[in-house]
């Protein structure tokens, strides 16, 4: 059984930096048939894609985003990561870290963390 | 505003058939796929490539589309079937994921 799980602060400052990681147990993120990604839900609103992260390194991010996202990831520990620089109070929400899987036309994100919470305040 | 448009809100009686609607552009090129997300929970894929479930997610939910149009329908309603439906698919250029801005599903 595919088990994904966030960590990091909870709080966060104003102009600071978000790093957040997953660790994945129960299957390998190596597995040719997977992207990672991240996905955001902001208190009262909808869900909104971040990005997603091959196991090779590679990654295609949301273009509103783009400029203040990294998305990494570490093979060794089976985790990938998410940075957001810059965060503002826009940046409060949810964070669900996520397999994506499909045929690279049509994928869906079949398998969710229990999500972590991040507030922006000083 | 998304590119995937969904009404706000629809309701159903308990046991009765409701359908939740997702529109948008690239639906004619994509398929739409359904997550459900209960208070407190995490979402969950309960429709993919159309009209695929997952393990585990009940043969009432079933999916369908036309045009520019994705249908999520839900036949024989529970009450467990209350949560926010959102749709997904890639946006017009093809190259991100974009969600559609809910469907808030009230069992009465």
């Known amino acids: 059984q595919l088990h994904l799980q966030e960590s990091g602060p909870g709080l966060v400052k104003p102009s600071e930096t978000l790093s957040l990681t997953c660790t994945v147990s129960?299957?390998?993120?190596?597995?040719?048939?997977?992207?990672w990604g991240w996905i955001r839900q902001s208190p009262g609103k909808g869900l909104e894609w971040i990005g997603s992260?091959?196991?090779?390194?590679?990654?295609y991010y949301n273009s509103s985003l783009k400029s203040r996202v990294i998305l990494s990831v570490d093979t060794s520990k089976n985790q990938f990561s998410l940075k957001v620089f810059h965060m503002t109070a826009a940046d409060t929400a949810v964070y669900y870290c996520?397999?994506?899987w499909g045929d690279g036309y049509n994928n869906y994100f079949d398998s969710w963390g229990q999500g972590t919470l991040v507030t922006v305040s000083s | 505003s998304s590119e995937l448009t969904q009404d706000p809100a629809v309701s159903v009686a308990l046991g009765q058939t409701v359908r939740i609607t997702c529109q948008g552009d690239s639906l004619r090129s994509y398929y739409g796929g359904w997550y459900q997300v209960r208070p407190g929970q995490a979402p969950a894929l309960v429709i993919f490539d159309k009209n695929s479930r997952p393990s585990g997610i009940p043969d009432r939910f079933s999916g369908s589309s036309s045009g520019d149009t994705a249908s999520l329908t839900i036949t024989g309603a529970q009450a467990e079937d209350e949560a926010d439906y959102y749709c997904s698919s890639r946006d017009r250029s093809g190259n991100q994921w974009v969600f559609g801005g809910g469907t808030k599903l009230t069992v009465l």
């Open positions: 996520v397999r994506e």
């Open positions: 992260v091959y196991y090779s390194g590679s990654t």
């Open positions: 129960g299957g390998s993120i190596t597995s040719a048939s997977y992207h």
